[in-house]
């Protein structure tokens, strides 16, 4: 019916028959639909969409950027762009309970970013719920944060690791990827804005094969620019 | 004063015409999605935030999103300056047009948050909830809130005597009838129907079908819309490829 | 009328970059201190108002329709015509701004961008009476704002000015059974061209045309309208904070150098109008 990556509406019939309906599409009778705006994706027994443009979809185990916006008696509200602002409990963060006299806010303040995975979430509950124990979570000190669509994360890591690697080296960067889209960038100013000049250009031309060379040579002729 | 003389309507359309449509999508920085339309003289700006938390929380059903709607006129929009406090009409308008886009979205995935979208009408001509529709539907698709299909609309009604398609301001004003159609052209589903006016039951038939048709065609537009951003991008990368 | 907008929280981690860059002289998009971002501007576009102007300052988007009526004039003036400023910050183009009538940011920047309208004596209101005491004419001047990416007053200001420089005025025609439109128009011709230009402050640095984020961390700001003639015809502190005279100095030598520039380019895209 349509070209593997082609671009497809919603509304749009994929296939017919035995198919399974794979992410962003749905099943009617047996034709499997499109229900967003993206590339079209025939697997083997699956035909799925690659979304252009989505909200992140909160799922148990992955690794969040979220912003502290709010602090309550028991932990911290935290927006990690989904429908839904995640709670972090505070015995998720230090263990245990804290003494009385330690305000929450001592911890984690508003504004403060955090690194933390999701370890419980289901569409009925209220809010997805976080925690920062654990390698590599915790709070960010210092960095430029960037948002791109969640869909587009894969893309930023690129085939087996090819763009990643390519960002950190040219750029001498540490990045931190949260799955809901949210990236940090930690280097010079310099390095941080080639990062998020990439991530840009990621998120804009990502649809067009070719994208890892592309924005290899974008950085390079960043670095030749000064 | 007649309004068709020789088959010819007030602005020179034939009666199954559509006034000339152009449709942007992500317009706007700040909004999740966004959409332009322009068809005829009318000018209607959409846009869409969510799905996100709903403040109060209370407000919030705990099994699917809600989707707010607002309809609203911009002062400067209309032949005499009207006030921005919404009037009775925006209100209805505002109610009409969400029932018209909720078939189309799947609210169950996003329980208890909230899809805000806003219709702001820039100039009036006539058919400003349908093409509010249209604009809508483009910025949800553009915002990427999932969809069933895209909901297209347009208007079919009757003056002097002639079932017309798409009717202006001063054809609304002064005609028999005026029927608004919102409708899914994929799962044929039709999710707005308003009449005012006076039809026979073999006219409201004929202008049900010709608004149905245009609905086809404007839907077209939509997709259009949706589409071009992307090619844009692919050709202008595609050049610097090559 | 307390605001009922929703604050934006903005993560630690930039506020320490906006400082930081500042304290280097830079700002995060890397302008100067005393630069402001890409301005565009487009004319004529909603086409059955009288007048209307759309301008662009970076992403921030504000459109202006202006529409003429006829009304009763004030008691006190009875032969000058009216000017009303509206300004709406509509939902769509912020997720802090919610639906309702105009709140207390509306309602300041419709006034600040009279003000300076009115202080200029933009509009010779003289010319706008048709019979004394009974009908003059009202110019509506509504402002829209629909993006907010920060200073939302200048580009207010300048669609206002622009709106009103393009705008056409219905000819009456006055006899004894009333008022009547003879289906002409003429040209508004302004008095004045007011230009606003609006400075933030940030710990001890002073910027101009101040973006988004640093709004969220200025602790006050400082708009100054200057007319064609060179003279200041509208001030407007706001925000928490304080400008020391110096402060206060510095921002009115930053107003006139930009005012310049940009009266330069409004009338280079629209002419004398």
Known sequence: ?226 | MPLIVDRRRVDGRKPEELRPIKIESGILENADGSAYVEQGMTKILAAVYGPKELHPKHLADPQRALLRCRYHMAPFSTEERRSPAPSRRDVELSKVIRNALEPAIFLEEYPRSTIDLFIEVLQSDGGTRCAGIVAASVALADAGIPMRDLVSACAAGKVDGHIVLDLCYVEDQEGEADLPVAYMPKLRQITLLQMDGLLTREEFERALKLAIRGCEQIYEAQREALKRRYEAIERLVGGEGA | ?273
Request: include cysteine; charged fraction near 30%.
């Open chain 1, 1 to 226: 019916m349509f070209e593997q990556r082609e671009l497809v509406l919603p509304g749009d019939v994929l296939a017919r028959g035995d198919f399974k309906a794979g992410d962003n599409t749905y099943k009617v009778g047996d034709e499997i639909r499109a229900s967003r705006v993206g590339l079209v994706e025939y697997g083997e027994d699956e035909v799925s969409v690659i979304a252009l443009n989505s909200c992140y979809d909160p799922k148990v185990g992955d690794v969040v950027v979220g912003k502290v916006v709010d602090v309550e008696i028991n932990g911290w509200n935290v927006d990690i762009g989904g429908p839904l602002e995640a709670f972090l409990n505070v015995k998720d963060v230090i263990g245990g309970q804290p003494s009385p006299d330690i305000p929450l806010t001592r911890i984690y303040d508003v504004g403060d970013v955090v690194v933390a995975k999701i370890i419980g979430f289901h569409k009925t509950m209220m809010r997805p719920l976080l925690t920062t124990q654990g390698p590599g979570l915790g709070k960010v000190g210092r960095g430029l944060m960037v948002r791109i669509t969640p869909t587009k994360i894969p893309r930023v890591i690129g085939r087996k690791g090819s763009m990643i690697s390519m960002l950190l080296k040219e750029t001498g960067c540490k990045m931190i990827l949260g799955q809901n889209g949210y990236i940090i960038a930690i280097g010079s100013r310099k390095g941080e804005e080639m990062v998020a000049a990439a991530l840009e250009k990621i998120e804009r031309e990502c649809h067009v094969p070719g994208l890892t060379d592309r924005v290899h040579e974008f950085i390079r002729s960043l670095k030749e620019g000064g």
């Open chain 3, 1 to 273: 009328m307390i605001s009922v907008r929703r604050r934006q929280v903005i993560p630690k981690i930039k506020r320490n970059r906006i400082l930081s860059a500042l304290s280097r002289g830079k700002r995060l998009d890397g302008r100067d201190l005393d630069e402001y971002r890409e301005m565009r501007f487009k004319v004529g576009l909603i086409e059955r108002a009288e007048g209307s102007a759309e301008v662009l300052i970076g992403a921030t988007r504000v459109l202006t329709g202006v529409k003429i009526e006829v009304g009763k004039p004030y008691p006190d003036t009875p032969d000058r015509g009216v000017l009303i400023v509206n300004a709406e910050l509509v939902p769509l183009a912020s997720p802090t701004f919610e639906p309702g009538p105009p709140d207390e940011n509306a309602i300041e920047l419709a006034r600040v961008v009279d003000r300076a309208l009115r202080s200029a004596e933009v509009v010779d209101f003289g010319k706008l009476c048709l019979i004394p005491g009974e009908k003059v004419l009202l110019l509506y001047v509504d402002i829209y704002v629909l993006n907010h990416a920060g200073n939302l007053i200048d580009a207010s200001a300048l669609s206002a000015l622009l709106s009103l420089m393009t705008a056409k005025v219905p000819v009456y025609e006055v006899s004894e059974s009333g008022v009547e439109e003879t289906g002409e128009y003429r040209p508004l011709e302004l008095l004045n061209r007011p230009i606003t230009v609006t400075m933030a402050k940030i710990g001890d640095v002073i910027v101009v045309d101040p973006s988004l984020d640093e709004e969220e961390v200025m602790d006050a700001r400082l708009s100054i309208s200057v007319d064609a003639e060179g003279r200041i015809c509208a001030v407007q502190k706001g925000g928490p904070g304080y400008f020391t005279p110096d402060e206060v100095e510095k921002c009115v030598e930053l107003a006139f150098r930009k005012s310049e520039e940009i009266r330069g380019k409004v009338v280079e895209g629209v002419g004398q109008a």
